[in-house]
Structure formats: C-alpha cells, structure tokens
C-alpha cells in the first residue's frame, strides 16, 4: 500500500470517500495553509477567516460523503471555489465592497520583492513594512481586481482556474489582473511607495 503523501489529491478523495478517514486528514493537512491564507487575505480578521475555513471544510465533507463530489483531478480548484463563495457571502454580510478609479499603466510583478530568500533582520523588516503598505493598498482595489490579484499570488492559482471559479473567461481574470496591477502602480505613485530592487 502507498504511503497517503504518495498519493494524489484524486486518490484521496477516493479513499476518504470509501472510508479512510486518514485520507481526508492528509488532505486538510496539504491544502490547509493555502486555503486559509486566501481566506484570511480576503476577509482580513482572523475569527472570520477561522470561522469560513471551518464552513469551508464542512461544506467538503457532505459534499464528498453524500457522493456530490464530480470534479476529478481538481479537488484544490474546487476547495477554494467554496472558500470563495464563503468569503463573498461574508462580505455581502458584512456589506463590505471597496473600490476606486481605473488608471492608466503597465503590467509589472508588484510581489517579485517579497521573495528574496537570505536577507538580513534589517532587511526582512523593511519588506514587512513595505508588504504591509502594499496590502493597505490593495485593499482599495476593486473587489473583482483584488480578488484574481489574491488567487494568483496568494492561493498561486492558474489563470484558467481562476476563471472558472469565477465563472469569468480566462480573457476577463486576465484583463482584470492587468488592471489591479496598473490601479496598484498608480496607488503606489499616489502614496510615493517604491519597491525594493
């Protein structure tokens, strides 16, 4: 038998479905950080990104255990839908729904800074500083911008997987990430904010 972290998400779908609870629990255990690190960039308050990972992973389970589960192959796609649609029911709840102007600019990765491995404590905290003051801007994205924005850096999702959870075409999400990234530049013009070379 194959140890469960051989296994594919497809495979322990399979086994969870026909009684191995161990599969599930390898499951949350893969996907966890991922779908509540979405969740919690989204809602921005820890009780409430708790509270939606849980319905999240609740809303999985019947799924699986009353045999509605059909998508194959794609069980981290599907997860984060439900967790999408649990957020924004949160914020139609909350009535939440920033906005602000379309601008005019070009395409650039705003995330690129965040990534360098090996810096000093200096260093780290001057992009903490600066991650936390691009997050604030964000935040003033429109919600259809800041959404793809998160699900292709954050939950790192395909263009393609983020048009179907957004029932958008792959030519809208991407047209919509080019705008958060010019509405993030000129944001960024605004509050004289410069990335990190």
């Known amino acids: 038998m194959r140890k469960l972290q051989m296994k594919n998400d497809h495979e322990l779908v399979m086994d969870y479905i026909h009684g191995n609870q161990a599969s599930f629990d390898e499951l949350l255990s893969r996907h966890r950080s991922k779908v509540f690190s979405y969740i919690l960039l989204m809602v921005k308050d820890q009780d409430a990104a708790e509270d939606i990972f849980q319905d999240t992973f609740i809303k999985v389970i019947k799924t699986l255990k009353t045999g509605k589960y059909t998508e194959e192959g794609k069980f981290l796609s599907w997860v984060m839908r439900i967790a999408h649609n649990l957020v924004i029911d949160h914020f139609r709840r909350t009535k939440r729904m920033p906005s602000v102007e379309k601008g005019d600019g070009e395409d650039y990765d705003v995330f690129a800074f965040i990534k360098i491995p090996d810096c000093s404590p200096e260093d780290k905290l001057m992009k903490q500083q600066t991650y936390d003051r691009l997050q604030k801007l964000i935040e003033k994205l429109p919600k259809e911008q800041k959404e793809v924005l998160y699900m292709r850096h954050y939950a790192d999702m395909s263009f393609q997987e983020i048009a179907d959870q957004t029932q958008v075409s792959i030519n ?19 509050h004289q904010m410069h990335l990190m070379d």
Do not use: F, P, S
């Open 172 to 190: 809208t999400a991407l047209g919509r990430m080019r705008y958060a990234l010019i509405n993030l530049r000129k944001l960024m013009h605004e």
